[in-house]
């Protein structure tokens, strides 16, 4: 019997676990129990369905005012490899996506020191006039607080502007960990854990859904894992606004922290189900294929995870951190994945609607 049993009969039974369930589940090695119990919820809420997406990513630019040691994409302005896309290269780039069927744009880049808020406004203003029928999932929660400043309005007012121009939902970039002590060492210039949770709070208030994450696998400990999703599902208690919550395995090849190994299938696979566990409101769970691979992606399939993202296209963030997965799936290959699992695929749009 499980040394875990208790927690995993509390989590099957439809309790709500603490933070000593969380910290135990994760000193625990019976990651098959636990994927089991992660499984049987993740089939509760969704089924036998796995579902994803057709979808682009467009990173306008690597130039940030944050150098974080995790991250391998940014760039100081004047530094070899820096680069900001032009907003007629965006706009080309977004309608290409859409002709080749995508519904969703997925847009995110560096905290650039210089660029006026109207560039920002305009590129989601021109996408959403040139393709109306596509999703605009743009700006993590920290570039919302940083367009805030570079505009000098509030955060309410950023976001009322940019939803009017078009933007459709909030991606769930720039979380990490929250733990101030970690944050402290690894990204003590960016926007706090606190900071991240008041602008996603203000999204979801206007109405925007958004999307959640955690960074794991560099010096973050258990409990601050721990603490960190239990921070998401009162956010979510309180609003409702988040879609889905989407672990990240950390990359560490060209950071500043490239002398530390990666994560392991292991530690990918207790992520994955102990936030299934812990996040009892949240409807789906997202293995990003490009972090974690598409092999373990398949797998992580039967622990907890009933969404696989979607075709991507052109994805540089992790790849210029070492990945060597793929920049992009057909729907054939994610559809096969998902079968060759025993899962049925469903194409949806961002907002998790099925598309036929």
């Known amino acids: 019997m499980s040394s875990v049993y208790d927690i995993l009969k509390k989590a099957e039974q439809g309790e709500r676990l603490n933070f000593e369930d969380g910290v135990r589940l994760f000193q625990s090695d019976d990651i098959l129990h636990i994927g089991h119990v992660a499984n049987t919820i993740r089939e509760r809420k969704n089924g036998n369905n796995a579902y994803y997406i057709i979808n682009r990513h467009i990173n306008y630019s690597n130039v940030c005012k944050n150098r974080c040691k995790f991250c391998a994409f940014g760039r100081d302005q004047e530094e070899a490899g820096a680069y900001v896309m032009d907003r007629k290269e965006i706009l080309e780039k977004a309608i290409a996506a859409v002709e080749e069927g995508a519904t969703e744009l997925h847009i995110v880049g560096g905290l650039h020191p210089e660029l006026p808020f109207n560039f920002y406004v305009n590129i989601i203003r021109e996408i959403h006039e040139t393709c109306p029928e596509v999703h605009i999932k743009a700006f993590t929660a920290v570039e919302i607080e940083h367009l805030s400043h570079r505009a000098q309005l509030s955060v309410r007012e950023t976001l009322k502007i940019l939803k009017e121009a078009g933007l459709g939902s909030l991606p769930g970039g720039g979380a990490e960990i929250f733990s101030l002590k970690v944050r402290e060492q690894l990204c003590p210039e960016k926007l706090s854990g606190e900071g991240w949770l008041r602008v996603m709070r203000e999204a979801h208030n206007q109405g925007l859904r958004s999307n959640a994450t955690m960074l794991y696998g560099h010096i973050e400990t258990p409990g601050d894992r721990v603490n960190h999703l239990i921070a998401l599902r009162e956010l979510q208690d309180e609003t409702g606004g988040f879609m ?34 812990l996040l009892d409101n949240f409807d789906h769970i997202k293995a990003y294929w490009i972090m974690l691979g598409t092999k ?6 039967s622990f907890g995870v009933d969404d696989i993202d979607g075709t991507i296209q052109e994805e540089k963030i992790t790849h210029a951190a070492g990945a060597e997965t793929p920049e992009a799936l057909s729907v054939h290959e994610i559809r096969r994945l998902i079968q060759e699992a025993g899962r049925d695929p469903r194409e949806r749009d961002t907002l998790y609607s099925p598309i036929k």
């Open 244 to 277: 889905a919550f989407i672990p990240l395995a950390f990359h560490p090849k060209n950071t500043g922290l490239s002398n530390r190994f990666s994560t392991t299938a292991m530690l990918d696979l207790k992520v994955i189900s102990i936030s299934r566990l």
């Open 296 to 301: 373990l992606s398949q797998v992580s399939l």
